[in-house]
């Protein structure tokens, strides 16, 4: 049986794409408001917004592969999972269709990045699962396969 068992990797990788993210949208909100030219309300309003929503996919998909099991249902953030992946296609979609270099070689790829991470933890398996072939251990590894008769 194969095992989907990549997902706390990609889980992890995505976090901390999503993490620097995250805080380069706050520094570029610190940057700007204590800045000469501060942006308008809503600029600011959206800065935030997408640092904060960041950092919450990237615990959506740490609780998809195990993370703080009580924080979400599993079905729960197997679906959320699935949604990350599809934002992240939606904004590599639109960022390779930008109007500027920055969107097309930095954003662009960053977003695939993402949604080929998500995609993998979405279709993964926590360790332990009937279909993952795999019985969780104290660390939370998987352990070896459990014998098929």
Do not use: C
């Not at 992890?12 to 030219?37: C, K, M, N, P, R």
């Not at 590599?92 to 991470?117: C, H, K, M, Q």
């Amino acid at each position: 049986m194969v095992t989907k068992s990549h997902g706390r990797a990609a889980a992890w990788a995505a976090a901390a794409i999503l993490a620097v993210i995250a805080s380069f949208q706050f520094y570029w909100e610190l940057h700007e408001v204590f800045g000469t030219d501060p942006p308008s309300t809503s600029d600011q309003f959206s800065i935030v917004f997408i640092g904060v929503v960041a950092l919450w996919f990237a615990v959506v998909l740490l609780v998809r592969v195990g993370y703080w099991p009580k924080l979400a249902q599993f079905a729960v953030a197997r679906i959320n999972a699935w949604a990350i992946a599809a934002v992240g296609f939606g904004g590599a979609v639109a960022s390779f269709a930008g109007p500027t270099d920055f969107d097309r070689f930095v954003s662009g790829p960053i977003n695939l990045i993402v949604a080929l991470l998500a995609f993998v933890v979405a279709r993964s398996e926590l360790p332990g699962s009937p279909t993952s072939g795999a019985a969780p251990t104290p660390s939370g590894k998987p352990g070896p396969p459990h014998p098929t008769h």
